[in-house]
């Protein structure tokens, strides 16, 4: 299993536009990624659940995945999050 943790950098944290960006991304990596907030734990696939978490701007989360082989997907998703999602 492989984890980062990362600081969300979207402006208005994992809501609405930013967390569907992330969600779909995930979606078409073709991983599983799971991210954990405050010790819940949802699939990051799933914009339903993301926005459940509640994170904010600032907020750390941790993204995990299985599968070592997929350190380099991983890598390109955490630095998705850190990013602007909501900069067009």
């Known amino acids: 299993m492989i ?3 990362v600081t969300v ?3 208005s944290g994992l809501h609405a536009r ?3 960006r992330f ?3 995930v979606a078409n990596s073709g ?3 799971d991210i954990t907030f405050q010790g819940e734990t949802v699939d990051a696939a799933s914009v ?3 926005m459940t978490l509640g994170v904010g ?3 750390e989360v941790t993204l995990s ?10 890598d390109e998703l955490v630095a998705m999050l850190a990013s602007d999602l909501d900069a067009d």
């Open 3 to 5: 984890s980062k943790t």
């Open 9 to 11: 950098g979207a402006a």
């Open 18 to 20: 930013p967390a569907a």
């Open 23 to 25: 969600s779909q991304a």
């Open 31 to 33: 991983i599983d990624v």
């Open 48 to 50: 339903l659940e993301l």
């Open 57 to 59: 701007n600032g907020d």
């Open 65 to 74: 995945t299985a599968n070592d082989a997929d350190a380099s997907t991983l």
